[in-house]
């Protein structure tokens, strides 16, 4: 299994571990909900993004900026060889970006709580798109968001049971 969100942290090169802080802390209750225990991040999933640099913080000060298309271009390769060398069963994404790269452009509404086929590297996987659990990001706020993201963990949750994940 394989997560894929779309660049490192400001502080991803201070701290081996990804998704230390907020942003981890709601990830892990995601998966909680999937029926994972809390040490499943690390344990049993691979943690990759789709650039590999920080892309520097956002005009508006709030946020990340979002890689560009040249930097995904860039980073493409290297996010091939993990994806051949991992073969993922499921893959899951983190925020659009990430979504864009294995789904093609949708809307996160149209892609959150939906199980798509995904082909990356030659590697055929499931994918599940989420949304970036950052707290900067106001799409969490909508209870019909909150209700797509409760459906995706539900989908995990039965791949989890199915495949004995």
């Known amino acids: 299994m ?8 400001e502080r991803g090169h201070l701290n081996a571990v990804p998704y230390a802080g907020a942003s981890g802390k709601t990830l892990r209750s995601w998966l909680a909900i999937a029926g ?4 499943a991040l690390y344990e049993r999933f691979y943690l990759t993004s789709v650039t590999k640099c920080f892309p520097g913080s956002s005009a508006t000060g709030k946020g990340d900026r979002a890689p560009s298309p040249a930097e995904m271009r860039l ?17 899951l994404t983190l925020g659009r970006i990430s979504a864009t790269v294995f789904t093609g452009k949708e809307p996160l509404d149209r892609l ?27 799409w969490l706020n909508a209870p ?16 989890r049971i199915a495949n004995d994940w």
Request: glycine fraction near 8%.
């Open 36 to 39: 994972y225990p809390d040490d």
């Open 112 to 138: 959150v709580g939906t199980l798509r086929e995904g082909e990356f590297a030659g590697v055929r996987f499931l994918v599940l798109p989420l949304p970036h659990p950052s707290g900067v990001s106001y």
């Open 75 to 91: 980073c493409r390769d290297h996010l091939e060889a993990e994806i051949a060398f991992v073969r993922p069963e499921i893959v």
């Open 2 to 9: 394989m997560i894929v969100g779309q660049a490192p942290g």
């Open 144 to 159: 019909a968001n909150k209700a797509k993201v409760a459906d995706a963990m539900h989908l995990l949750s039965e791949l």
